[in-house]
């Protein structure tokens, strides 16, 4: 019976660890993909507050 226990307590620590290792590893990769989205809307809106400044030197 004791083995039994000892085994399932066993089993209950791996999958934990697991699935704390996965959502680390999920936050990590978030993190990763979400670094070149970033990159490029700050590249949009600065090419964006260009045109902008020339269509207003237009007006003027």
Same mark, same amino acid.
């Given at each position: 019976?004791e ?20 959502? =680390? ?5 978030? /993190? %990763?993909?979400?670094?070149?989205r970033? !990159?490029?809307?700050?590249? =949009? ?5 260009? /045109? %902008? ?5 237009? !007006?003027?």
């Amino acid at each position: 019976m004791e083995v039994l226990f000892g085994f399932l307590f066993f089993v209950f620590i791996a999958v934990v660890s697991i699935g704390t290792f996965l959502s =680390i590893a999920e936050g990590i990769l978030y /993190l %990763l993909l979400s670094i070149p989205r970033k !990159l490029k809307e700050r590249k =949009i809106r600065k090419l964006n507050r260009k /045109l %902008l400044k020339k269509r207003l030197s237009y !007006l003027t």
